[in-house]
């Protein structure tokens, strides 16, 4: 509270005193003002882009729990071709992968058993930063890094999302890959020509039931493996997150 001085009437300072008061108000909301205009600079500096790869279209439904049911198993596979253009899980910059999702389809209960009588159970899933072997026909890919398995079983008929509690390290040119030990049913079959994709199958082991059933999915980082196989019409059900560094 102002006083007055020199036993001045009480009334007598306080226009000067508003005025004092004011200009010390003032100089106060400058001074917030340059620093919250700062504070936001700094922000601005230090902000990054997220990318979805794998997005930007809309998803189509799971083959399953339709006749025939289909799903992915026992491969490491990525998507070369889809309504975006080629190759919509490379990555454009350096940065982080900070999650995944992926889209399941409910089988029935006759589906299930047929997919863990045939790849295993229980179905599960992963992601896989790989990066292209230079000069190689059919391509081949190195295994970076991946993340851990997830169990697929409680999300089954849902989109569900995986957040990593350590983000993978990615650089620019690297494929992120959906790895699948047993089986996963996020997969749509039937679509535009557009869609393909490519698996860690040997070429011309891509068809027959018995290759299908032992093929294996790259799992062991630092590893190199052919993509001999290319299926179109199809297209695998997951995306990823991407943090670019700036």
Known sequence: MLKSRDNAPAGANRPQAALAATAVLVGCLSLLIALIAGASGAGAQ?????????????????SCPDN?????????????????????????????ITAWTITLAQPTNSQR???NGFFGTPPEARIAILKRVPGTSPPRYK?????????????????????????????????VGLTVPTWAPAFAINLPSQNAWRASRQKGKCLNTTDLRQGRPQQVVDSKRVY???????????????VEDR
């Open 46 to 62: 230090t902000g990054k882009t997220t990318v979805i790869l794998g997005g930007g279209s809309a998803t189509p439904d799971p």
């Open 68 to 96: 025939p049911c289909r799903a992915i198993g026992s491969v490491t596979g990525f998507q070369a071709q889809g309504p975006t253009g080629n190759l919509p899980f490379r990555v454009g910059r350096d940065g982080r």
């Open 113 to 115: 058993a047929f997919f």
């Open 143 to 175: 295994l970076r890094r991946q993340s851990p398995i997830r169990v697929l079983s409680p999300y089954l008929g849902q989109t569900v999302k995986f957040k990593l509690s350590n983000p993978l390290p990615v650089r620019k040119g690297n494929i």
């Open 228 to 242: 001999g196989c290319r299926y179109t019409t199809a297209r695998l059900l997951y995306t990823a997150t991407l």
